[in-house]
Antibody, heavy 122, light 107 residues
Framework: EVQLVESGGGLVQPGESLRLSCTAS????????MTWVRQAPGKGLEWVAN?????SDLHSVDSRFTISRDNAKNSLYLQMNSLRLEDTAVYYC??????????????????WGQGTLVTVSS | AIQMTQSPSSLSASVGDRVTITCRAS??????LGWYQQRPGRAPKLLVY???TLESGVPSRFSGSGSGTDFTLIISSLQPEDFATYYC?????????FGQGTKVAIK
């Protein structure tokens, strides 16, 4: 079955660190960019970070968050440091299927995990 | 960062209604825009990419249009399973940014 499964969420105190994992199955993980998106309780979606197929290119919305991957383990990670109350959210990993047409390429998040909840609270 | 502004923030509609959701970018983004549907308690689902290309398996009652700064998602005949929140997402530049969402509720 083609799927993504996140893990590693939980309750942490402000200032602490946490590493999220996302395990892929059913498709060739190394062939895709991967992305993290989060959603605070009752709020909208926020793009967090993405990483190229071989890990050579990556982007993040916040320097406290570092995305990485291990293609041998079909796994994506998000290292989150100095966590704040406002980082409380469900964190989703998503497959980034790049579509190119006429010299323009588009990012499509076509497969999502079920999400893992991170709660930052004292 | 590019700001994406959706309107309306919420709407009430009946089954069979035509629904229009708009998304405006704070600067031109060509047609680098996708639309996602999120049902309560579920992960988002891709509907449209490159502003107007329907994702495989998505019903044809959904359609997207626009380029530059102004984009539209239309549901031609609202079905019970379409009551959800809809988000636009620009993939023109980093950081990627979502609109704030449009909640489609039952009238």
């Amino acid at each position: 079955e083609v799927q993504l499964v996140e893990s590693g969420g939980g309750l942490v105190q402000p200032g602490e660190s946490l590493r999220l994992s996302c395990t892929a199955s059913g498709f060739t993980f190394s062939a895709y960019w991967m992305t993290w998106v989060r959603q605070a309780p009752g709020k909208g979606l926020e793009w967090v970070a993405n990483i190229k197929r071989d890990g050579s290119d990556l982007h993040s919305v916040d320097s406290r968050f570092t995305i990485s991957r291990d293609n041998a383990k079909n796994s994506l990670y998000l290292q989150m440091n100095s966590l704040r109350l406002e980082d409380t959210a469900v964190y989703y990993c998503a497959r980034d299927r790049t579509y190119c047409n006429g010299g323009t390429c588009y990012d499509l998040f076509d497969l999502w995990g079920q999400g893992t909840l991170v709660t930052v609270s004292s | 960062a590019i700001q994406m502004t959706q309107s309306p923030s919420s709407l009430s509609a009946s089954v069979g209604d035509r629904v229009t959701i708009t998304c405006r970018a704070s600067q031109a983004i060509r047609n680098d825009l996708g639309w996602y549907q999120q049902r309560p308690g579920r992960a988002p689902k891709l509907l449209v990419y490159a502003a107007s290309t329907l994702e495989s398996g998505v019903p044809s009652r959904f359609s997207g249009s626009g380029s530059g700064t102004d984009f539209t998602l239309i549901i031609s005949s609202l079905q019970p399973e379409d009551f959800a929140t809809y988000y636009c997402l620009q993939d023109y530049s980093y950081p990627r940014t979502f609109g704030q969402g449009t909640k489609v509720a039952i009238k």
